[in-house]
């Protein structure tokens, strides 16, 4: 609530019949050249001001911005609301609940812990495609989903009523992000306060960093750490700098051929490659008229992929003709045009606006795209990804040979060449056996890559089919992720061209597992009137179900002969997903490969069955009368897509679906629900556990210490993401996490996901840095030299340094009271707003990470659990420093902070050990303090936001 208006900023708008305040931007100097997301920054600061946390020379300074000059000032932005999904919104409620008991404990009023701001959660991390390529595949699936579940969602049920402002979109209904440019965002807030109605800019901050979807929509959002969003609900605003803000001129329009995914990949490497990290990207420019809403939100939605923290669309026409085919009601739709147009929103591509850095693209120039085996931002031309597929498969048959890495979980690699009774003569250019008549090849590499790279395993169906496989085989085809299924131009173009290769006899090659993630109910509401759905399912292409799916992991089991022949033989297989996210083993366990491709693409690649294949040469198989079918054959029109779009998609479809979209189908809603203000932990639950943040916590922080004889727990190299940190995927038999599921009396097939297990700090502090694609350089001294895959390190407790799991060396440690260390590379944390990444790593018993360089959530998180996060000195590194990891390390300086002042350096000493080789000298150097802001300080002041939020309140 604003206490004071320095500017004389408030005012009144009427829309209609309806008067509302506001807070008006032009009484602040320098307001007119400002970039649209910066106006909304500065409408929130004048809305919030308070003369101590929001004063007027913030505001003054943000009027006065210098898009030139680096981020220095701080700035206090209060969200509008909070969006969760159910993975990272579980631990916010735990942590809630937990609270509720420590207010208690603490002499407090539990009632006071409740959303201050307005949080929706979208229950759709959770189900699995266990089942596919059948119409009971989505029934099933929800079945499971909460037979595995159903202590989560009793959980979130007593949430939804203990909790004020708090609102749970039930499992089954869509994907979060798009629930929330559909329905949940209003553009233009309104809400009463203080028996005012008051309207402003609709902002949020959310659990899953592709909360930037929204900004496509105009509306100013970013990911953040569950940490964080627990904060801004309890009333706390997000401390942050004023950001650089890249101008991104759009000039052209897409041509035929070229979908709006062929687009976010090529901006997304574009940006990467510019560098706009902790930056914001405004679009501007002619071109921007002619972007549909829906290519809008894709592009928005890949913000994390490029690394900025917002992706923003200005207010134009094409919003508001959203709004209303999405249901909004015509008041609304007025009020953020009134809204917008008083406030200088509105989209003028006349107007100057400075930024601090230009870029430009014509969109006629983009071409169709995939991006891969591993990163986003790893574009390859469609027309080139048959040759750059042989090169990437080169380098893991390298791996696989020459590098001696072992990976937990596999076999070791066999020969290279072809399989045992397999001769190559039978690999036909085609990609079918001429042996055998029902025998297809899903990779054909070049004579000159075959040796090394080509491996075909002979394998049969329980039907009696056989077919080889090999390496590049693509084994799982999904039309998945936000970023593609909430929009319709790229899911008819998917639906058409499905229904262009039913018709000539094709089908999808047998070692392919397809499935279908729709992001709302809308989508199948108008697959259903186009008729599309029955060509997709034609090639087995059946919804699953109504959530992540794929991109997070969810893929459920591959075909079981598929699967064991990849793990018998160490097959290099592939993945095509509509996704935003292939980081490696994110997808499933048994794919290596993994690439983004537009939802066409993904069902003409399931008809290819392989990555090696090329869209140009290759036919995709033989229509009925014996002819090449190519996908040019089967691509659709730009117009046909329209044609589908104009007669099958319409505002009456939202209206009804989002109707009734908190109310849950009947399992939902026969959930036995607790009561009362604060939960009923269940001591045998293994999914919902009090959690340990408040322990022993005391009214008056204890002061900051230096760290003094900490042990390496990990020294790791560039790109870590957090995939690698947070506990994500299947739980692994064998596992600290299956061995602690195991003795509380749960069988492996229950185990179910991490995600799913988020409410339990047990199985995550276990599933910390577990990964099986962690590549800890430390445990090579104890394995000739060879880097084991998976979460373990050295345990320096224990004669000799053994290789160990490392939550068991961490416990061995924290009895020992030996504080543990990070050392890291470039891009450290970059990834999902995983707050199980931050906290996980503190509950380890680590007290500082030090890299090269830090992603923005991440960093911020692990300030919010106490943990500081340095950086060696620019141009340094643990290895160029000498640095082994078998080093006892020292900082000092932190202590600094107790007198008020956050130190830019501290000190760091790494002295050698026992396990040090002979004749290894100390180390000693300044590292970079990350903690960036004041507020940030006072959370690590606290041991953590949480704490601090907590001693405000009481």
Same mark, same amino acid.
């Given at each position: 609530?604003?206490?004071?208006?320095?500017?004389?900023?408030?005012?009144?708008?009427?829309?209609?019949?309806?008067?509302?305040?506001?807070?008006?931007?032009?009484?602040?100097?320098?307001?007119?050249?400002?970039?649209?997301? #910066?106006?909304?920054?500065?409408?929130?600061?004048?809305?919030?001001?308070?003369?101590?946390?929001?004063?007027?020379?913030?505001?003054?300074?943000?009027?006065?911005?210098?898009?030139?000059?680096?981020?220095?000032?701080?700035?206090?932005?209060?969200?509008?609301?909070?969006?969760?999904?159910?993975?990272?919104?579980?631990?916010c409620i735990v942590d809630l609940a937990t609270m509720r008991e420590a207010v208690t404990a603490l002499g407090g009023?539990?009632?006071?812990?409740?959303?201050?701001?307005?949080?929706?959660?979208? &229950?759709?991390?959770?189900? &699995?495609?266990?089942?596919?390529?059948?119409?009971?595949?989505?029934?099933?699936?929800?079945?499971?989903?909460?037979?595995?579940?159903?202590?989560?969602? /009793?959980?979130?049920?007593?949430?939804?009523?203990?909790?004020?402002?708090?609102?749970?979109?039930?499992?089954?209904?869509?994907?979060?992000?798009?629930?929330?440019?559909?329905?949940?965002?209003?553009?233009? %807030?309104?809400?009463?306060?203080?028996?005012?109605?008051?309207?402003?800019?609709?902002?949020?901050?959310?659990?899953?960093?592709?909360?930037?979807?929204?900004?496509?929509?105009?509306?100013?959002?970013?990911?953040?750490?569950?940490?964080?969003?627990?904060?801004?609900?309890?009333?706390?605003?997000?401390?942050?700098?004023?950001?650089?803000?890249?101008?991104?001129?759009?000039?052209?329009?897409?041509?035929?051929?070229?979908?709006?995914?062929?687009?976010?990949? =090529?901006?997304?490497?574009?940006?990467?490659?510019?560098?706009?990290?902790?930056?914001?990207?405004?679009?501007?420019?002619?071109?921007?008229?002619?972007?549909? #809403?829906?290519?809008?939100?894709?592009?928005?939605?890949?913000?994390?992929?490029?690394?900025?923290?917002?992706?923003?669309?200005?207010?134009?026409?094409?919003?508001?003709?959203?709004?209303?085919?999405?249901?909004?009601?015509?008041?609304?739709?007025?009020?953020?045009?009134?809204?917008?147009?008083?406030?200088?929103?509105?989209?003028?591509?006349?107007?100057?606006?400075?930024?601090?850095?230009?870029?430009?693209?014509?969109?006629?120039?983009?071409?169709?795209?995939?991006?891969?085996?591993?990163?986003?931002?790893?574009?390859?031309?469609?027309?080139?990804?048959?040759?750059?597929?042989?090169?990437?498969?080169?380098?893991?048959?390298?791996?696989?040979?020459?590098?001696s890495v072992e990976i937990e979980g596999t076999f070791p690699a066999s020969d290279p060449g072809t399989a045992p009774?397999?001769?190559?003569?039978?690999?036909?250019?085609?990609?079918?056996?001429?042996?055998?008549?029902?025998?297809?090849?899903?990779?054909?590499?070049?004579?000159?890559?075959?040796?090394?790279?080509?491996?075909?395993?002979?394998?049969?169906?329980?039907?009696?089919?056989? %077919?080889?496989?090999?390496?590049?085989?693509?084994?799982?085809?999904?039309?998945?992720?936000?970023?593609?299924?909430?929009?319709?131009?790229?899911?008819?173009?998917?639906?058409?061209?499905?229904?262009?290769?039913?018709?000539?006899?094709?089908?999808?090659?047998?070692?392919?597992?397809?499935?279908?993630?729709p992001g709302s109910k809308v989508v199948t509401d108008y697959y259903e009137k186009s008729g599309l759905d029955k060509?997709?399912?034609?090639?087995?292409?059946?919804?699953?179900?109504?959530?992540?799916?794929?991109?997070?992991?969810?893929?459920?089991?591959?075909?079981?002969?598929?699967?064991?022949?990849?793990?018998?033989?160490?097959?290099?297989?592939?993945?095509?997903?509509?996704?935003?996210?292939?980081?490696?083993?994110?997808?499933?366990?048994?794919?290596?490969?993994?690439?983004?491709?537009?939802?066409?693409?993904?069902?003409?690649?399931?008809?290819?069955?392989?990555?090696?294949?090329?869209?140009?040469?290759?036919?995709?198989?033989?229509?009925?009368?014996?002819?090449?079918?190519?996908?040019?054959?089967?691509?659709?029109?730009?117009?046909?897509?329209?044609?589908?779009?104009?007669?099958?998609?319409?505002?009456?479809?939202?209206?009804?679906?989002?109707?009734?979209?908190?109310?849950?189908?009947?399992?939902?809603?026969?959930?036995?629900?607790?009561?009362?203000?604060?939960?009923?932990?269940?001591?045998?639950?293994?999914?919902?556990?009090?959690?340990?943040?408040?322990?022993?916590?005391?009214?008056?922080?204890?002061?900051?210490?230096? &760290?003094?004889?900490?042990?390496?727990?990990?020294?790791?190299?560039?790109?870590?993401?957090?995939?690698?940190?947070?506990?994500?995927?299947?739980?692994?038999?064998?596992?600290?996490?299956?061995?602690?599921?195991?003795?509380?009396?749960?069988?492996?097939?229950?185990?179910?996901?991490?995600?799913?297990?988020?409410?339990?700090?047990?199985?995550?502090?276990?599933?910390?840095?577990?990964?099986?694609?962690?590549?800890?350089? #430390?445990?090579?001294?104890?394995?000739?030299?060879?880097?084991?895959?998976?979460?373990? =390190?050295?345990?320096?407790? /224990?004669?000799?340094?053994?290789?160990?799991?490392?939550?068991?060396?961490? /416990?061995?440690?924290?009895?020992?009271?030996?504080?543990?260390?990070?050392?890291?590379?470039?891009?450290?944390?970059?990834?999902?707003?995983?707050?199980?990444?931050?906290?996980?790593?503190?509950?380890?018993?680590?007290?500082?990470?030090?890299?090269?360089?830090?992603?923005?959530?991440?960093?911020?998180?692990?300030?919010?659990?106490?943990?500081?996060?340095?950086?060696?000195?620019?141009?340094?590194?643990?290895?160029?420093?000498?640095?082994?990891?078998?080093? &006892?390390?020292? !900082?000092?300086?932190?202590?600094?902070?107790?007198?008020?002042?956050?130190?830019?350096?501290?000190?760091?000493?790494?002295?050698?050990?026992?396990?040090?080789?002979?004749?290894?000298?100390?180390?000693?150097?300044?590292?970079?303090?990350?903690?960036?802001?004041?507020?940030?300080?006072? %959370?690590?002041?606290?041991?953590? !936001?949480?704490?601090?939020?907590?001693?405000?309140?009481?």
């Amino acid at each position: 609530m604003s206490t004071v208006d320095s500017f004389g900023a408030k005012s009144t708008l009427t829309v209609g019949d309806t008067d509302y305040e506001i807070f008006r931007v032009d009484t602040v100097a320098g307001y007119e050249k400002l970039p649209f997301s #910066l106006k909304v920054l500065l409408e929130n600061l004048l809305r919030t001001e308070d003369g101590a946390n929001v004063t007027k020379e913030q505001i003054q300074a943000l009027g006065a911005w210098d898009p030139t000059a680096q981020p220095n000032t701080e700035i206090q932005f209060t969200p509008a609301r909070v969006v969760m999904q159910d993975f990272t919104g579980v631990p916010c409620i735990v942590d809630l609940a937990t609270m509720r008991e420590a207010v208690t404990a603490l002499g407090g009023d539990p009632n006071k812990i409740n959303p201050l701001s307005p949080a929706e959660m979208v &229950i759709d991390h959770s189900v &699995i495609a266990d089942l596919f390529g059948s119409d009971n595949a989505l029934e099933r699936n929800v079945e499971i989903e909460y037979e595995r579940n159903g202590e989560r969602y /009793q959980f979130l049920r007593w949430g939804q009523t203990a909790f004020d402002d708090f609102k749970v979109v039930p499992p089954g209904t869509g994907i979060v992000h798009q629930v929330n440019i559909e329905h949940l965002a209003k553009v233009i %807030y309104d809400r009463s306060v203080d028996g005012v109605l008051r309207a402003y800019p609709d902002t949020c901050v959310g659990t899953d960093s592709h909360t930037t979807m929204v900004n496509g929509l105009g509306v100013l959002g970013w990911g953040v750490g569950g940490i964080e969003a627990e904060a801004a609900m309890l009333g706390q605003p997000v401390s942050m700098l004023i950001p650089r803000v890249v101008g991104f001129k759009l000039t052209g329009e897409i041509p035929s051929g070229v979908t709006a995914t062929d687009v976010v990949l =090529t901006i997304t490497d574009m940006l990467r490659k510019h560098g706009v990290v902790g930056k914001f990207v405004e679009f501007y420019g002619e071109g921007v008229a002619q972007v549909p #809403l829906a290519n809008r939100a894709t592009i928005g939605n890949m913000s994390p992929e490029f690394g900025s923290t917002a992706a923003m669309f200005p207010i134009d026409d094409v919003t508001l003709d959203y709004l209303r085919l999405t249901g909004r009601d015509e008041q609304t739709v007025a009020l953020v045009e009134a809204y917008a147009k008083e406030q200088k929103l509105w989209h003028d591509p006349s107007r100057h606006l400075e930024f601090s850095e230009f870029m430009e693209l014509d969109l006629s120039t983009v071409v169709p795209s995939i991006a891969g085996p591993k990163r986003p931002q790893d574009r390859i031309l469609l027309s080139e990804a048959k040759s750059q597929f042989e090169r990437d498969i080169l380098n893991y048959a390298d791996a696989a040979e020459e590098d001696s890495v072992e990976i937990e979980g596999t076999f070791p690699a066999s020969d290279p060449g072809t399989a045992p009774g397999v001769e190559h003569e039978h690999i036909a250019a085609g990609g079918v056996s001429h042996q055998h008549e029902h025998e297809h090849v899903p990779s054909m590499i070049s004579s000159g890559a075959r040796h090394a790279a080509s491996k075909p395993v002979k394998v049969t169906t329980p039907e009696g089919q056989s %077919y080889l496989l090999d390496n590049g085989a693509v084994t799982l085809a999904a039309i998945t992720s936000c970023t593609n299924t909430s929009n319709p131009s790229v899911m008819i173009a998917a639906g058409l061209l499905a229904k262009k290769a039913v018709d000539k006899g094709l089908k999808r090659k047998p070692w392919v597992k397809t499935t279908l993630g729709p992001g709302s109910k809308v989508v199948t509401d108008y697959y259903e009137k186009s008729g599309l759905d029955k060509a997709l399912e034609g090639l087995d292409f059946y919804t699953v179900g109504y959530g992540c799916t794929i991109c997070i992991g969810n893929s459920g089991p591959l075909i079981d002969e598929v699967s064991a022949a990849i793990n018998e033989n160490d097959l290099a297989v592939t993945a095509v997903l509509s996704g935003n996210r292939n980081f490696e083993g994110r997808i499933s366990p048994d794919v290596k490969m993994n690439y983004l491709a537009s939802p066409p693409l993904v069902v003409a690649y399931a008809l290819a069955g392989s990555m090696n294949f090329d869209f140009e040469t290759d036919a995709l198989g033989k229509d009925s009368d014996g002819n090449d079918v190519f996908l040019k054959d089967i691509w659709p029109s730009p117009d046909e897509v329209q044609d589908v779009i104009d007669h099958s998609i319409s505002r009456e479809q939202f209206i009804k679906q989002y109707s009734t979209v908190f109310d849950g189908d009947e399992r939902w809603q026969n959930l036995p629900t607790p009561t009362g203000p604060t939960f009923e932990w269940a001591e045998d639950s293994t999914y919902v556990r009090k959690a340990p943040y408040f322990d022993g916590m005391e009214r008056t922080p204890a002061p900051v210490t230096d &760290i003094s004889g900490a042990r390496v727990m990990a020294t790791l190299g560039d790109s870590v993401t957090t995939d690698h940190i947070s506990p994500a995927g299947n739980i692994k038999a064998g596992t600290p996490a299956a061995q602690y599921l195991t003795e509380h009396g749960v069988a492996q097939k229950d185990f179910n996901s991490y995600g799913s297990r988020r409410g339990n700090h047990e199985v995550m502090i276990r599933g910390t840095f577990a990964n099986i694609r962690l590549k800890n350089e #430390l445990v090579a001294a104890v394995n000739d030299g060879k880097v084991v895959e998976g979460g373990f =390190t050295r345990d320096f407790t /224990q004669e000799g340094g053994p290789q160990s799991y490392i939550y068991d060396a961490s /416990q061995n440690y924290q009895a020992q009271g030996t504080p543990l260390v990070v050392f890291g590379g470039k891009e450290y944390g970059s990834g999902s707003s995983r707050d199980w990444a931050a906290k996980g790593t503190s509950l380890l018993g680590v007290k500082a990470v030090i890299t090269e360089s830090f992603e923005r959530i991440h960093r911020s998180n692990l300030i919010g659990m106490g943990v500081v996060p340095l950086q060696f000195p620019q141009g340094e590194s643990w290895a160029s420093l000498g640095l082994d990891g078998t080093e &006892i390390v020292s !900082i000092s300086g932190l202590e600094q902070l107790n007198e008020g002042v956050t130190p830019k350096t501290v000190k760091v000493t790494a002295e050698p050990s026992e396990f040090s080789p002979e004749g290894k000298q100390t180390v000693e150097f300044d590292a970079i303090v990350r903690i960036d802001t004041p507020g940030e300080a006072d %959370y690590y002041r606290n041991g953590g !936001i949480l704490q601090y939020v907590l001693r405000s309140l009481v």
